[in-house]
């Protein structure tokens, strides 16, 4: 059957639509570091805990900038905003503790997601694949 779906997608066969979703899917960036002193300050303590769940404002007050100033940063220095590059590094810490065979309950609380489900959702979104399908190492 053909016709227009949600989002005014036309309707299409099932491995169509799933490759179209992989083109879609957002990758990993490898590098996280940023060139600026009070960027790269507060990178540093997300990646050292990236399990931390400060707000981007508490973090500033720790680095000694304003919410807004670091959130100009990240769009400027990283073409990013400060939540995609947070699940970003999230997402890279979780691959690691993945592939060290981490369980995935634990890997969502040490990485910072709110709740298990959260995690598996944003993980299977990005790979397209659930993280207790990832390959271990």
């Excluded at 990646?47 to 900038?65: F, K, M, S, Y």
């Excluded at 598996?120 to 790979?127: D, G, M």
């Amino acid at each position: 059957m053909r016709g227009r779906g949600y989002f005014g997608r036309e309707r299409r066969g099932h491995d169509q639509h799933r490759a179209e979703e992989a083109e879609d899917r957002p990758t990993v960036v490898r590098s996280f570091q940023a060139r600026g002193a009070l960027l790269r300050a507060l990178c540093a303590i997300l990646q050292a805990d990236p399990g931390d769940r400060r707000t981007l404002a508490e973090l500033g007050r720790h680095v000694g900038a304003s919410g807004r100033t670091l959130s100009r940063l990240f769009r400027s220095d990283l073409g990013m905003t400060f939540p995609q590059w947070r699940t970003q590094l999230r997402l890279h810490h979780a691959l690691i503790l993945l592939t060290g065979r981490t369980p995935v309950t634990a890997v969502a609380h040490r990485c910072g997601w709110s709740s298990t489900s959260a995690f598996i959702e944003v993980f299977r979104r990005t790979f397209g694949h659930t993280p207790g399908s990832h390959p271990a190492g």
